[in-house]
């Protein structure tokens, strides 16, 4: 009797330690974002998406993070977004130094040149594949900003990261998911904490 015990406590153990390890293995995924409640966002009618601050180790990884998430702004339908050479010359003429990083002056600046409602900064911190033991995914951690031009305030952020190694890339030694597949659902979860 003491003995069938024993075993069924070990089996719970086991049972309960392989739950504890799949859930600690969970892919990462997180999202937050702040939403100015005083903010009226329909009436930002056209927005410039500045370059995407690069913290990574992916040379290009700002511009193409930053390509994916102007087209997908201007897909929703919600906002005019301001051509990328476009914004350029609007860099060059408001003599911004480092367009990934602007200050509230700078922005206003620039904001009167090529006459926009709203701009959009953002920084990349992660981009790329990760590797852990056999196993290897694509990951991408992003922040982004909005700037109302009129007040020069920060009226919405948000956060995402996406991909990573699932349980199933360890097990079966899957590759995860293509980077544009990880970008697109990092830039979704963003943009849909915009326009709420």
């Known amino acids: 009797m003491i003995r069938v015990i024993k075993v069924a406590n070990l089996k719970k153990l086991v049972v309960s330690s392989l739950i504890v390890f799949l859930l600690g293995c969970a892919p990462g995924s997180s999202l ?7 903010m009226d966002f329909a009436a930002i009618r056209s927005v410039a998406v500045m370059p995407f ?6 040379p290009m990884a ?3 993070v930053r390509d994916v998430f102007a087209n997908s702004l201007l897909s929703t339908g919600a906002v005019y ?9 609007g860099i060059a003429r408001a003599g911004i130094l480092n367009p990934a990083v602007p200050s509230m002056e700078e922005i206003g600046k620039f904001a009167g040149i090529i006459r926009v409602d709203a701009v959009i900064i ?5 981009y790329g594949e990760v ?11 992003m922040n982004v900003q909005m700037i109302e031009v009129q007040a020069l305030r920060i009226v919405w952020t948000a956060s995402a990261t996406k991909g990573g ?4 890339d360890r097990l079966f030694g899957a590759g995860g998911k293509p980077m544009n597949d990880v970008t697109m659902k990092a830039v979704t979860d963003v943009l849909d904490k915009l326009f709420i």
Request: hydrophobic letters at 25%; glycine letters at 8%; proline letters at 4%.
């Open 122 to 126: 953002g920084t990349l911190t992660e």
């Open 81 to 89: 977004v301001i051509p990328s050479g476009e914004v350029s010359r």
């Open 62 to 64: 700002g511009e193409r």
């Open 53 to 58: 601050e690069n913290l990574t180790r992916e």
């Open 165 to 168: 190694i699932s349980i199933w």
């Open 131 to 141: 590797r852990s033991g056999s196993a290897s995914a694509n990951v991408i951690s």
């Open 32 to 38: 937050t974002y702040y939403h100015d409640p005083q």
